[in-house]
């Protein structure tokens, strides 16, 4: 017999466990980089046996919410540790294989108003302020990737280029330490383009010749869209790669 749909789906407690650790991340009561009480210790808060505690962060580790550090404790996941991947939001890589992290140049920044799109996928509404900013990836001195990012205005109130370019890491890193929005996770659509006049004088290519377009929205928790990007990505010398288990 099927089950009705006004039956409420039974979840493991671990899982609800979890459930109540991101909402703890989310507050930022222990913030990026910081470490989180121990298994001993959540187990005691919740009123739960420690291995269903050890499956919630082992859970959360999966999510790249977490990082386990053996003999250390577990620690919230930041953009800016050395340990992070770099290449986790980066799938452009050389096709000789090498790997190589590309240098950011932040073009411009300047606010308006959400497009009917943009505000779709950020959950906006339409004419509500956003803050647009224009960069380009260099690799080895060569332009191959030139962004356009739509940000919430709300999220973001004071970001300015100069304050970008004042910070010594990544764009993410910038908006978790700068704004306290933690990117977690993305969805991207891909399709060819042609370069138009703009795209080939920042990627240094002629009008018209094939580019690769990324079309990302990034999440925060809560699965809040917090980011729209498309890149535009010459590949000259490079190509999109990624991982599927």
């Known amino acids: ?10 979840r493991p407690l671990y899982l609800q466990i979890k459930g109540l650790l991101e909402k703890s991340l989310e507050a930022r009561e222990w913030r990026p980089g910081e470490a989180i009480p121990s298994e001993i210790e959540l187990a005691s808060r919740f009123g739960v046996a420690q291995g269903t505690v050890r ?3 082992e859970a959360l580790a999966a999510d790249n919410l977490v990082v386990r550090r053996q003999g250390k404790g577990t620690y919230v996941a930041t953009h800016t540790e050395e340990q992070t991947p ?4 980066l799938h452009i890589r050389r096709n ?9 140049r932040l073009l411009d920044v300047r606010r308006a108003k959400a497009s009917i799109e943009a505000a779709r996928l950020l959950d906006l509404k339409a004419g509500e302020a956003v803050i647009l900013l224009r960069r380009v990836l260099e690799y080895a001195g060569t332009p191959t990737i030139f ?15 100069a304050k970008y370019d004042a910070y010594h890491g990544s764009m993410y890193g910038f908006f978790e330490t700068q704004f306290g929005v933690r990117m977690l996770k993305a969805q991207e659509k891909l399709r060819a383009v042609a370069a138009d006049a703009t795209a080939a004088a920042m990627l240094r290519v002629a009008i018209g010749t094939p580019l690769l377009a990324v079309d ?11 980011e729209l990007r498309r890149g535009l990505c010459s590949t000259r010398h490079h190509h999109y790669a990624n991982e599927l288990q």
């Open 216 to 226: 990302r929205v990034t999440f925060t928790y809560g699965d809040r869209p917090v």
């Open 96 to 104: 000789d294989g090498e790997a190589e992290y590309p240098a950011s």
């Open 1 to 10: 017999m099927s089950q009705s749909p006004s039956t409420p789906a039974f």
């Open 55 to 57: 499956k919630a962060i």
């Open 147 to 161: 962004d356009e990012i739509t940000l919430p205005a709300a999220l973001f109130r004071g970001l300015t280029k």
């Open 86 to 89: 770099q290449f986790r939001f």
